[in-house]
C-alpha cells in the first residue's frame, strides 16, 4: 500500500445530502487558533514592566522638604510657581514611577495632608520627595 492517496485522489468531491454546506467563515473559524493560555502574554508584558520602589527620605531632606512647605504656606496669597517631585503608587502592582508638575500652588490642606495646585490637582504631602521654585533659591 503506497501512502500518496492515489486511489482516492480523482475521487469527486462527498457533499452531503442531510446538511447544507458549511459558508467559508465558519469552517475557517474551526481552525482559528486555540488561546490556551489567554492572558498569559500580558501577563508576561505586566510583571516585566519596571516600577520604582518609593523612597524614604532621611531626616536632612525630610526638614528641607518641611522647610520649604512652611515657606510655601507663607507666601500662598501670591500663588508661587513650583516644581513638585512626587511618587505615584502604581494600581496594578508593587511600586510605581516618580513624576514632575510645574504650576501654580493655590492652597495647602491640612486635613487631607495634600498641596492643592492651580488646577486643581492635588499632591499628597508624603508622596513628595522635592519642591523647587524662585522661592527657594537662598536655601
Do not use: W
Amino acid at each position: 500500500m503506497k501512502d500518496n492517496y492515489e486511489d482516492i485522489i480523482h475521487l469527486p468531491h462527498p457533499i452531503s445530502g442531510k446538511h447544507p454546506q458549511m459558508s467559508m467563515e465558519n469552517r475557517a473559524a474551526q481552525f482559528a487558533p486555540f488561546a490556551a493560555l489567554t492572558g498569559f502574554h500580558a501577563s508576561i508584558e505586566e510583571a516585566a514592566r519596571y516600577t520604582d520602589n518609593q523612597v524614604e527620605l532621611d531626616e536632612s531632606r525630610y526638614l528641607i522638604l518641611n522647610r520649604k512647605i512652611h515657606i510655601l504656606i507663607a507666601h500662598l496669597s501670591e500663588k508661587p510657581q513650583v516644581s513638585i517631585s512626587y511618587f505615584v503608587q502604581d494600581s496594578n502592582k508593587e511600586g510605581g514611577f516618580y513624576k514632575v508638575i510645574a504650576g501654580a500652588v493655590k492652597s495647602i490642606d491640612d486635613y487631607k495632608h495634600e498641596i492643592i495646585m492651580s488646577d486643581g490637582f492635588c499632591i499628597p504631602l508624603k508622596d513628595i520627595i522635592e519642591i523647587e521654585g524662585e522661592l527657594f533659591d537662598n536655601l
